[in-house]
């Protein structure tokens, strides 16, 4: 069973470009979220999906960012005319949280590292 | 109210030695305490977890405390390795709520000498 897949591993956009950012969750697993941690700091939440709906956006910045996991194929973190604050490790978790069983379990991917010049 | 707290933020252990760090929440309502290490260009991983209903747990060289009248947990490893130098953070969350968010703290860069 393949882990939490994320691609690009490394990315790097100038000012202003779109930035593109993949999470394949564990199989069976259709619970998303996206966290971001910036140096030396830990991870913040961003925003959890299950499969065709934003369930909770709370800690995505209000503009240039947005997050879909569409029906079929990966879930996006999509960041806009990106600026150098933007720069930091975003890392997808999935969990497999079923009514009735332990919910909190998130298994990680291996981020992705993007680098605004 | 969301807070949790973590230190020291650095901490160097000899080899053989034990390592503790410590957690605090504010949210009452928290019922799942995992621990996380990661190690250099990974993602975190899941180290150890407890629920608030116990006050110790156990795996192997690691084992988390919890007080929950004080809110705060720790995480003690022990025998502490070379290998086990990396970066821990303490989370929160509501593990009986759906697709609850983990809130974690800052991290603590742990190294262990040889």
């Known amino acids: 069973n393949a882990g939490v897949m994320q691609n690009p591993r490394h990315l790097v956009r100038r000012r202003g470009q779109e930035a593109r950012l993949r999470c394949s969750p564990m199989?069976?697993?259709?619970?998303v979220y996206w966290y971001r941690q910036l140096p030396e700091e830990g991870l913040k939440f961003m925003v959890y999906l299950q499969k065709e709906n934003i369930i909770d956006e709370s800690g995505m910045p209000k503009e240039r960012f947005s997050a879909e996991f569409p029906k079929e194929g990966p879930s996006i973190l999509r960041i806009q005319q990106v600026v150098r604050g933007d720069s930091a490790a975003y890392f997808c978790a999935s969990s497999p949280w079923a009514p009735g069983t332990s919910g909190a379990r998130q298994y990680f991917g291996p981020g992705t590292r993007l680098t605004v010049l | 109210q969301q807070q949790v707290k973590q230190s020291p933020q650095s901490l160097i252990v000899q080899k053989g030695g034990i390592s503790i760090i410590n957690c605090a929440y504010e949210n009452t309502a928290f019922d799942y305490f995992p621990w996380y290490q990661q190690f250099p260009g990974k993602g975190p991983a899941l180290l150890i977890a407890i629920r608030p209903d116990v006050s110790e747990k156990k795996e192997g060289r690691f084992t988390i405390s919890f007080n929950k009248s004080a809110k705060q947990f720790s995480l003690h490893i022990m025998d502490s390795q070379p290998g086990d130098s990396a970066t821990y953070f303490c989370a929160a969350s509501l593990e009986e709520t759906s697709g609850s968010r983990l809130t974690f703290g800052e991290g603590t860069q742990l190294t262990v000498n040889p």
């Open positions: 199989k069976g697993h259709s619970h």
